[in-house]
């Protein structure tokens, strides 16, 4: 008899991944397809899950001769009419969706979802942890990957646990999900490729707000979250659906101020403090709340220590952050100076997206301009390409950024390969203490492969 499994096309994207790893873990046969190998797809195959490089029809034949084929699951990046979807539906088998199967997991367990724009996986990082010391045994998915979690971005829990969840809004997807608590950490207008207006930004929340179905924790004297919650009191009016209990997570920040977390910025504070709310909100004693977030050591890619180099008897450390879109670049940056005191810099900048880069192209030269210090150099690479249609490829490039900036220590570097060679060079000849910061949530990690 054929053991029943699930086949993603687009398996190598951090959500798909951990979906993927999160069922493997339930006994199911996972199959995928993705258009590359990567350190993710590696780490798939390490964990039994098989993979096809290249999209087929033969790869939805190969696997139906060895396994039956429960549901399909699909990524937002892959366009319609997908020849494997096509072969799929053929065979009769429905394709959903990744945020469609997991909003059938919300409806299964009770679900504390976290979204935003910015701060949403290191918040739910810090709450995954939380609930495991203090014993939820929490079912977790998140857009990331966790050495608490041994390095994965997924955790199977009990039959009767709390399901902790990052949840992403591009292309409305968190609205396929039901939430018990909506941990909202900071908002600003992002996905403009999606997104045409800021209404329509707004507006996608306050309806995750009407799906939520006991308390939302939120910044609610943020501009942003104030306009998002007038408009859910509409919405809910029009719908006679009841709106959620509302809790201030500000109002715990100044406690927060006094813990001992692993780097002390701004950013971490407001996210623990998102997190010690919900404690609260759980009766997790403080004691015990405080303990969970004092031994917080970081996730995947979000300011994350990479490694330590001693050149020319300096020790060069290398960080590296997923900040993508301006406000989250901001808050890197503080990090950084906040955190480092008595180092030079040298930063590297991937910008992520075309439509990002031109609908926000004077918000990043803003950023770039009041918060690069004298004593850094930064070097901006080409703009990664995703999901970018060819006008806005047309409008917009790294040369206009540095262009703009117009600063001495502000370079253009161009594509991976020169800017990894800059990389070798930049080490080669470092003669001080010296922190490298590479930032971006495209290919830019790849600079540091030999």
């Not at 047309?394 to 262009?403: K, P």
């Not at 930049?426 to 790849?446: P, R, S, V, Y």
């Amino acid at each position: 008899m054929k053991k029943k499994g699930y086949y993603f096309i687009g398996i190598g994207g951090i959500r798909m991944s951990a979906l993927a790893g999160y069922l493997k873990a339930q006994g199911f046969d996972i199959w995928g397809s993705d258009m590359s190998s990567s350190e993710t797809i590696h780490q798939l195959q390490d964990h039994g899950i098989h993979v096809f490089i290249g999209h087929d029809k033969k790869n939805v034949t190969t696997i139906l001769s060895k396994c039956t084929i429960v549901k399909a699951v699909k990524s937002y990046a892959i366009p319609p009419k997908h020849i494997e979807e096509i072969e799929l539906q053929e065979q009769g088998i429905d394709v959903l969706f990744d945020a469609q199967f997991i909003g059938g997991l919300t409806k299964k367990y009770k679900t504390i979802g976290i979204a935003g724009t910015s701060g949403k996986t290191t918040t739910t990082g810090i709450a995954s942890k939380l609930l495991i010391d203090s014993k939820y045994d929490p079912h977790i998915i998140i857009g990331s990957k966790a050495k608490f979690l041994q390095n994965k971005g997924y955790r199977v829990g009990g039959n009767n646990s709390l399901f902790i969840l990052e949840a992403d809004e591009y292309k409305d997807a968190f609205l396929n999900y039901h939430f018990e608590y909506l941990l909202l950490p900071s908002i600003t207008y992002d996905h403009p490729d999606y997104f045409k207006t800021k209404y329509q930004y707004w507006e996608s929340f306050a309806k995750a707000i009407l799906n939520t179905q006991k308390t939302v924790i939120a910044d609610i004297k943020q501009t942003n979250f104030s306009n998002i919650w007038q408009i859910a009191k509409k919405l809910a009016k029009e719908t006679q659906k009841p709106l959620p209990t509302l809790i201030d997570w500000r109002k715990n920040l100044e406690k927060v101020k006094h813990f001992k977390l692993y780097i002390n910025t701004q950013f971490l504070q407001e996210d623990s403090a998102v997190v010690y709310t919900l404690g609260k909100q759980l009766c997790i004693p403080a004691t015990q709340t405080q303990q969970s977030l004092e031994s917080y050591k970081g996730v995947w890619r979000r300011f994350e220590h990479k490694k330590d180099i001693k050149t020319n008897n300096h020790q060069i450390s290398i960080y590296s952050d997923y900040a993508h879109n301006p406000e989250k670049l901001k808050f890197c940056l503080q990090a950084l100076y906040d955190s480092f005191k008595k180092h030079n810099f040298i930063i590297f900048f991937q910008p992520h997206q075309y439509a990002r880069t031109k609908a926000f192209f004077d918000s990043f030269v803003k950023v770039l301009q009041n918060n690069i210090r004298k004593n850094t150099t930064l070097f901006i690479m080409d703009i990664y390409k995703s999901r970018d249609k060819l006008e806005d490829i047309r409008a917009v490039n790294s040369q206009m950024l540095v262009s703009k900036i117009n600063r001495d220590n502000v370079r253009y570097s161009g594509d991976t390969t020169n800017t990894r060679q800059i990389l070798k060079t930049t080490i080669q000849n470092c003669k001080t203490q010296t922190l490298i910061l590479i930032i971006g949530a495209g290919n830019i990690e790849d600079i540091l492969k030999d």
